[in-house]
């Protein structure tokens, strides 16, 4: 996925926020997204995706 401005991508970088991400996840079709977070990492979400 493009992140890069100058390449014609949303700019999205590093900080998609988890909105984002669980659209654009859902959009590719993924489902049953389970969104975790490490007890000393809270600035990043860990997406798992089980089919």
Known sequence: MTVSLAQGGEGLGTMWGRERAL???????FRNIRVHQLEHDIMNDYFVYRP
Do not use: I, P, V
Not at 23 to 29: H, N, Q, R, S
């Open 23 to 29: 659209a654009y996840l859902e959009e590719a079709g």
